[in-house]
């Protein structure tokens, strides 16, 4: 355990933190996966347009600008932070191309819109 901490309280218990640092080990892949994502939806900007993308299943920049009031420049740079972070995709048709969230984030991202969703009418009641 070179360089690592040993906890010093009394009852520290071994066993806990040894099966603890397994399961963080064993699911090493998952966590910089799922903290790339957070880390990508963790802009408002960013957020916002997954949430549009979930509620319209696709949609273009050009939409994206009207809907937020910012310059397709400004969109389509945090439309491109999220491809390559691979948590959207994007279709051409013609000159336009469509943008929609990644069918395989759904799962992780829809209790957060959940949560925006109840806020807002939490807002709208008060």
């Known amino acids: 355990m070179e360089g690592k ?4 309280r009394e009852k ?3 066993i ?3 099966d603890c640092r397994e399961k963080v080990t064993a699911n090493e892949s ?6 790339g994502i957070l880390s990508l939806a963790g802009n408002d900007v960013r957020l916002k347009i997954l949430y549009l993308l979930e509620e319209e299943k696709e949609l273009c920049p ?3 600008s009207d809907i937020l009031g910012m310059t397709i420049p ?3 740079q945090h439309l491109r932070k999220m491809k390559d972070g691979n948590i959207i995709e994007s279709r ?5 191309i469509f943008y929609s969230l990644k069918v395989e984030h759904l799962k992780l991202l829809r209790p957060f819109f959940k949560i925006i969703d109840q806020m807002n ?3 709208e009641t008060a």
Do not use: R, W
């Open 5 to 8: 901490s040993i906890c010093i």
């Open 30 to 35: 998952a966590f910089v996966e799922l903290s």
């Open 62 to 64: 050009c939409d994206l």
């Open 92 to 96: 051409k048709t013609g000159q336009t």
């Open 121 to 123: 009418l939490k807002t």
């Open 16 to 18: 806990q933190i040894s």
């Open 74 to 76: 400004a969109i389509s």
């Open 12 to 14: 520290a218990n071994p």
